[in-house]
């Protein structure tokens, strides 16, 4: 896998437009000055979250005794249900935050920027690729920083493609997803069959 293909499904996972409206909701009660701090602060916590994963996935793996083919499986079937999510949401609260209270790693960092999904591909792409963890390391870089840059011009996203347009490029990144998803379950299928 190459660096921009890698790139771009993480960032699919992330879906920076997708949680836009959320974050603008868990950050709307701080004034403007704040709210870009806060912003960076969870970004930055997400990004060493990612690293931290990426380099030492390996040694988790072994640690844990789980198979590259088994985390395959299981992170295709996590991203299949993100995916069905991001293509039909459902309403509710998923901040978990009380009115008012800033967010700290939970629920920006951890789950929304560097959630189960996200680091299960990248614990993937680094037991597959262990060779190639200075690709992956761009790959994680280039990612997170499109996200960086749709989240710190949030208004102006807002403001181009409105509610109805975020949440329409959520359920196009959400169909793209589901040909990733399914596509890494059938490699980790084919991976424990021959």
Known sequence: MDILSAATMLFLIMDPLGNLPIILSILKHLDPKRRRMVLVRELCIALAILMLFLFAGKSIMSFLHVEPETLSISGGIILFIIAIKMIFPQAGS?????????????????PMLAGPSVIASILLLSTQHPDKLSELSMAVLLAWGATFFILMFYNFFHKLLGERGLKAVERLMGLLLVMISTQMFLNGVKGYIG
């Open 94 to 110: 998923v901040t978990g935050l009380a009115a008012g209270e800033e967010p700290f790693i939970v629920p920006m960092a951890v």
